[in-house]
T-cell receptor, first 109, second 115 residues
Framework: GQNIDQPTEMTATEGAIVQINCTYQ??????LFWYQQHAGEAPTFLSY??LDGLEEKGRFSSFLSRSKGYSYLLLKELQMKDSASYLC??????????WGAGTKLIIKP | ETGVTQTPRHLVMGMTNKKSLKCEQH?????MYWYKQSAKKPLELMFV???????ENNSVPSRFSPECPNSSHLFLHLHTLQPEDSALYLC??????????????FGNGTRLTVT
């Protein structure tokens, strides 16, 4: 079967760095998305990786290793507004999105 | 403002009621989706429309009935729901139905409670 694993919840301190991991097992692979979802709001697109390596976008970076079936989202200089759920989704060979259950990130002052 | 608008934001309905959820996208996209989001579970894809044609129905019970009159509007008609149908229902749109060049844009969802 197809599966995405990511931690249920993480806690970090304002100003620090946090890494949210995601491992996937899919039938084929055509890339991976990260989305951010604040409580009561829409998920919003953060990043897309299809090639191995690190993609940086300001304070947020996303990494992919296709050989290991692994990705992470790195958040630097954490701010209180980064408290949200982070959703990982892989695209399989049929271009279907396989979603993780999300990681709730709690930022403490 | 996400470009995808859903109404109502909250809905409480009895098991014998009939109601509809509405979604409108202002992004000029060609594909629209209904997802169900339950606490601590992955997003569940329910229906996909591409250029107004339904291309996917993920074994959704018939008490959920989608309608897509044009590429900008999507409805989800609800009748004789069960308490386990209580969840956040998310509408999304994308330029096309495949690949990373076409990320999903989500609405804020309808929080549905079935009593």
């Amino acid at each position: 079967g197809q599966n995405i694993d990511q931690p249920t919840e993480m806690t970090a301190t304002e100003g620090a760095i946090v890494q949210i991991n995601c491992t996937y097992q899919t039938s084929g692979f055509n890339g991976l998305f990260w989305y951010q979802q604040h409580a009561g709001e829409a998920p919003t697109f953060l990043s897309y990786n299809v090639l191995d390596g690190l993609e940086e976008k300001g304070r947020f970076s996303s990494f992919l290793s296709r050989s290991k079936g692994y990705s992470y989202l790195l958040l630097k200089e954490l701010q209180m507004k980064d408290s949200a759920s982070y959703l990982c989704a892989a695209i399989d060979s049929n271009y279907q999105l396989i979603w993780g259950a999300g990681t709730k990130l709690i930022i403490k002052p | 403002e996400t470009g995808v608008t859903q109404t109502p934001r909250h809905l409480v309905m009895g098991m014998t009621n009939k109601k509809s959820l509405k979604c409108e996208q202002h992004l000029g996209h060609n594909a629209m989706y209904w997802y169900k989001q339950s606490a601590k579970k992955p997003l569940e894809l329910m229906f996909v429309y591409n250029f107004k044609e339904q291309t996917e129905n993920n074994s959704v019970p018939s008490r959920f009935s989608p309608e897509c009159p044009n590429s900008s509007h999507l409805f989800l008609h609800l009748h004789t729901l069960q308490p386990e149908d209580s969840a956040l229902y998310l509408c999304a749109s994308s330029q096309t139905t495949g690949g990373g060049s076409s990320p999903l844009h989500f609405g804020n969802g309808t929080r549905l409670t079935v009593t």
